[in-house]
């Protein structure tokens, strides 16, 4: 083949060169850091995934699951910081896992674009519903 | 085929979307033929969309703590079921298999655990594909196995 | 390669005995020929890109030593010429006859029929890779992800045009053993059909092109290494392989290109040590022994 055509043929050429919108050369972070992020997450998930879990078995089970024991815990500063970094953490780490999914099961500019959309949309949509929860529960008066 | 007529069909091939013959999304379906690490592959990807699903779900369910105590009960009526405990015991198995086998990747994909690049002889069997980083699949079956029974026994106890 | 079955090629010291017990195989005697059925995909998408694939089935004879290309070019020799088969060496060193036997992506000429233990072979052309006919596919797109990772020496501070015709790059045994196993490549394609990333994903490499790109970048001879990486570096790149391990394990050559991408990953993380000895440029013309030696003298 001729270097023409090695150019014309090659697959990874950026093909978004051509385009006149303004989110078509976006490019926030390397596919490295993005990794990177995706593994410290998993591992910092781990570690306050457990703990959470823990809190359901420091007293029976049923009884850790009454109204007034669930809004105690939302009512304690680090709990709450707790959920929040749960909720950051596994929002980031599932997004973007599900966002590598579909970015492998079709690879064309408008469905790259929308996958890589609709997955922060996601992640900041659930993060601030959560959020909602543990502020107005830590806000929350009993009795 | 004239060179012409090759040229056309490579750009073809290399501009269109030349699915010709791509085995799609049935080729992750088949986890056994190829080996423990396909296995791997399979389980982390349904185990991860599957705790996804979850965690959507459930920061949507315990939302209803906002709406105060009736709203709550009414939530635990609807998950604290036979269905919900078998349910909750797939999510504490998925999480664990997940989770180790996670950790697993992470050190195999750091390029921990597979050998050293040498000079191959026959049979070329592969290094990196040695039991060493298989076990730690292994061992996140069994650790998954484990709590699952566990899960089960907290939750049907009530304890 | 079942994993709950053993696969009697990797076990040298269990050679195959003389009387084959599972099979209709008989090797006591050259006259006794026995034979398999042989399920051969056919289709022609150059001359007819709507053609409906199909199976045609031959019976062939087969000796202890029978192997499945030899088992088509009996079909294609005796009973119907027009099958489109590629191959080349016979002995696994070309990489031209991969094609999917018996549901796994192999060499046709390294695969015995005794070794599959089953009468009925059924024989496809390579999964990932478009059709051309019967069992020949199109490996166009297979080596544009190989050209696009550079697979060649680049070192800019060689200066070609003025380099010394017995200029050579000093390497040790063990800066060769760092990359040796990746260029042990024959390109047959078997890595490619199997990865479950290249399945779904056209913009994938693969993972012959990734071995490659880790053979060049572990070579001390190679400076460039920040234009490769860049190549990689992708949201279709080197992070779409998930390690699951069908490429090594079809691999017939134990290039292992696992290893190669996960090793790749591992200086692309920051794990491991990115800076790598170059290779020295050494002059081996006459000249330059000359001026070493009045070199020493003088310093004596």
Known sequence: MTSDSIKNNNINKNNSKNTTKWFSNITLLRESQIMKIHYITGVGALFVVAIHIMMRLIMPFNMSLEFENVILNYKNVFYALLLESILILIAIHGFNGLRVILLEIRQTQIWERAVNILVIVAMIGIIAYGTRTIIIANGFSLG | MTSAKSAKRINDINNKNDRTNREGLRGWLNPIIYGWERVSYWFQRLTGIFLLVYFIGHVYETSSLVSGPDAWAAMLEMTQTIGGHIFLILVIGASTLHTVNGIRLIFTQSGQGLGKPGRPDYPYDPTSVNNKQRSGLWIAFILAAVAMLYGANVLFSGE | ?300
């Open chain 3, 1 to 300: 390669m079942n994993i709950f079955r053993k696969d009697k090629r990797k076990k040298i010291k269990n050679e195959i005995p003389l009387e084959i017990k599972r099979s209709n195989i008989s090797t006591t005697s050259s006259s006794n020929k026995s034979s398999v059925k042989l399920r051969v995909f056919r289709i022609n998408a150059v001359k007819n890109p709507n053609d409906v694939p199909h199976f045609d089935e031959f019976h062939v004879p087969v000796k202890r030593w029978t192997t499945v290309l030899d088992a088509l070019l009996d079909a294609k020799s005796y009973q119907d010429s027009s099958i489109g088969i590629r191959y080349s060496c016979r002995m696994a060193s070309c990489g031209s006859c991969g094609m999917k036997i018996n549901g796994i992506p192999r060499l046709a000429c390294y695969t015995k029929i005794s070794d599959l233990d089953t009468n009925t072979i059924t024989c496809e052309p390579l999964p990932n890779f478009p059709y051309i006919r019967d069992l020949v596919t199109d490996f166009s797109q297979f080596f544009n992800h190989h050209r696009s990772v550079m697979p060649f020496i680049q070192n800019k501070k060689a200066d070609i045009p003025n380099v010394n015709e017995l200029t050579e790059y000093e390497q040790s045994p063990q800066d060769l053993d760092k990359f040796l196993q990746f260029s042990y490549c024959i390109k047959c394609g078997l890595c490619y059909s199997a990865c479950p990333t290249v399945a779904t994903d056209l913009k994938f490499p693969g993972p012959q092109a990734l071995s490659q790109a880790y053979r060049y970048f572990a070579d001390s001879r190679d400076s460039d290494k920040s234009n490769r990486l860049k190549v990689i570096d992708t949201s279709h790149g080197i992070w779409r392989c998930h390690f699951a391990g069908s490429c090594s394990n079809v691999c017939p050559k134990g290039v292992d290109p696992a290893l190669g991408i996960q090793l790749l990953r591992s200086h692309l993380l920051g794990i491991s040590n990115s800076e790598k000895k170059i290779a020295k440029l050494q002059d081996r013309s006459p000249n330059s022994y000359r001026e070493e030696e009045e070199e020493e003298e003088e310093a004596d």
